[in-house]
C-alpha cells in the first residue's frame, strides 16, 4: 500500500481531514509529563491516545526532537513505534523540510524513510529536481514539496514573479510534473493564504495539499476549505499543532476541528 | 569572538582558504575503520589530524550522519567535541540547509548551536526572512544562505528571470540587507557556475562565500577564484569533500588543494 492509499484509507476510518501536528515542545509540556521518564514520549503517547479516532495523520515537526539532541530524537524514534504498533493505519509525516544536492538528498532520505519509517515527508524545492529525485524514487512514500508556505516572509521569494507567474505557481507547474511518474508528490499550502491555494488547487485538481497555519497562525477554515477541496471533497490534510496538542482538552480541540471541517465536506 | 573573526584567524594561521567537508559515508570508509568502536568518529579524527593544519574550516554534512540515526549523531557530536578540544581554533560549519516558519527555525537554532555547538550552519532562503531571522539573531554564528546552488536542478528556480532579474540574485540582495544587522551572513555559491559567482561577488563585494562543487562535482578552480576572490584575495571558503577524505592520502589531496588555491591568491 502507498502512502496516498494509506491516507485515503485513515480519511475514511476516521472521517477525517483533519492531521494533529506533534510539535511536543518540552518547555510547553503539561508539568504532570515532566516527572515521568520520556516526558516527550509519554506527552505524544497521551495525545496520540486522545486522538486516533480523529485523524488522518500525524506530523512529529522534527525540529523539536533534534532541539534535545539525541534523547529528543530517541523520543521521536519511540513515537513512530508506538504508533506503527498500536494504530498502524494512521500515516505519519515527517516535518523536515529537506533537500539538498541528490548525493545528500539520498541519505536524508536513507534517514526518514529507512532509519525512522516515516510515511511522507516536506521537503523545499529551493534546489530543484535532483534534489528531490532521490526522495521520489520511494515511490511509496509521500513527497510533500513547499510551494506557499504560512508564515509572513513567504511573500519575500515565492511571490516574486515571473512573467506574471509567482515562483511559487512555477513550483507547483513543477511539481505537477514530477508527480506524473510515481504519483507520490503532495504540496504544502497555507491556509494563511486561501487566494494562492485556490489557485495551485486549479494546477493540482486531485493532489493532495497539506495545510499548516490552520489556528494559532490565523488562516481561516472555511475560506481554506472553500478554496482547497477537491471536487470529491477530500485532497486536503488540515494541520494543527499547537491548537491542540496544548489546548485544555486535546481530544475535544481535535473533535471540534475534525467535526468544524467536515461541516464544509 | 564571532565566526568572521574566527575564521579570518584560521585563513591567516593556515594559511588556507579549504574547507574539507566530512561527508563520512559509512559505506565509503576505508576498511581499517570499520573494526574499531565508533568508525565515522575515527575515521573523522584521522581526516581532522591529516589535515588540521590546512584548513580554514571543517563541514560537516549533517545528512551523512543522520542516516545512520542516533548512531550517526553520536558520532557527529563526538567528531565536532573533538575539533572543539584538540583545535578550538578551526570553525566548524554544518551543512545541514535548514529552514522553516519562525518558531520552528527556532528550534533547529537550538539544535546545531547550543547543542551542538556549530560555528556556522547552511540555511534554505525559500521560506523567506522570518524563517532565516532566529538564526541570524546568534550574532557569534555564521548564517550561510544558499543563494546559487552547484547542482544541476539549481537552474529549475534559481535561474528564474524576475523583470531580468535572476531569483539568486533577488536571493543575494536580500541576504547582503539581512547582513547588515550583524554582519553575520555568508553565502553558498557553487564552483559549478562561475558567471553566477561573479555576478553575486559584484552585489556582495566583502561577504564571505562557502563555495562547494570544487572535485567530483565538477567545478573549475581557477575560474572560481578568479570570479570569486574579494580585494584583498579572500571571502571564500573552498569545500572539498569526497575528494579529499576518501583519496588514498588525504593529506596530499588536502596540501594540493591549499596550494593550488594560494597560487591565484
Do not use: H
Not at 518547555?27 to 516527572?35: N, Q, S, V
Not at 524545492?125 to 513547499?146: M, Q, S, T, V
Not at 481554506?224 to 477541496?229: F, I, K, R, S, V
Amino acid at each position: 500500500m502507498n502512502f496516498i492509499q494509506k491516507l485515503e484509507k485513515a480519511i475514511r476510518k476516521n472521517n477525517s481531514l483533519l492531521c494533529v501536528g506533534l510539535d511536543s515542545d518540552l518547555e510547553k509540556l503539561p508539568k504532570t509529563f515532566l516527572k515521568k521518564n520520556d516526558p516527550v514520549f509519554e506527552f505524544n503517547k497521551f495525545i496520540i491516545d486522545q486522538t486516533s479516532d480523529l485523524v488522518c495523520a500525524y506530523k512529529p515537526q522534527i525540529a523539536y526532537y533534534e532541539a534535545k539532541g539525541i534523547e529528543g530524537l530517541k523520543s521521536l524514534k519511540r513515537t513512530v513505534e508506538y504508533i506503527n504498533k498500536k494504530y498502524p493505519y494512521i500515516p505519519i509525516i515527517c516535518d523536515a523540510k529537506r533537500a539538498d544536492i541528490g548525493s545528500t538528498s539520498q541519505q536524508y532520505a536513507k534517514s526518514l524513510f529507512d532509519y525512522f519509517s516515516f510515511d511522507a515527508i516536506t521537503v523545499n524545492p529551493y534546489l530543484g529536481f535532483d534534489a528531490i529525485e532521490p526522495f521520489l524514487n520511494y515511490k511509496n512514500k509521500g513527497i510533500i514539496i513547499l510551494c506557499r508556505t504560512s508564515n509572513p516572509g513567504a511573500s519575500d521569494f515565492q511571490d516574486l514573479k515571473i512573467n506574471k507567474t509567482p515562483l511559487y505557481i512555477e513550483v507547483a507547474k513543477k511539481v505537477v510534473t514530477w508527480n506524473k511518474t510515481y504519483g507520490n508528490c503532495l504540496m504544502v499550502v497555507g491556509a494563511t493564504w486561501p487566494q494562492q491555494l485556490k489557485k495551485v488547487r486549479a494546477l493540482a485538481k486531485d493532489m493532495f495539499f497539506l495545510i499548516p497555519g490552520i489556528g494559532v497562525q490565523g488562516g481561516s477554515l472555511e475560506k481554506t476549505l472553500e478554496a482547497g477541496l477537491t471536487k470529491n471533497k477530500s485532497g486536503l490534510i488540515i494541520n494543527s499543532s499547537r491548537g491542540i496538542i496544548f489546548s485544555e482538552n486535546p481530544r475535544t480541540a481535535a473533535l471540534q476541528l475534525r467535526n468544524n471541517i467536515n461541516k464544509y465536506r
